[in-house]
């Protein structure tokens, strides 16, 4: 694997989230130039929290943002080398 590619590591939640969260999702990402991206809208909801470059979200800088339920996608940003957390519930 390059250093410009993402890394990611998938977990079963711990009995006591399972009821609340059914996936948990790690990744890291280092690219050359910003990557401009769009999370879709899905039945259930996500929540992203950035450990390390803070990313763009629909044109706001933030660390975490919560998404998934919704009629639309949502754009976002990375600029610089970034590690995420995903949960999905």
Known sequence: MSALEPAMVEAVPS???RP???RLCAYSE???EPVTRSEMAMPGAVLILAF???MEVQGQRVS???GGLGDRFTS???RGP???S???A
Do not use: D
């Open 52 to 54: 390390g470059t803070p």
């Open 82 to 84: 970034g590690c995420w």
């Open 76 to 78: 976002c940003r990375g």
């Open 15 to 17: 009995a006591l989230l």
């Open 64 to 66: 975490a943002f919560a």
């Open 20 to 22: 609340y969260v059914t």
């Open 30 to 32: 280092r690219y050359a």
């Open 86 to 88: 995903r949960e999905a």
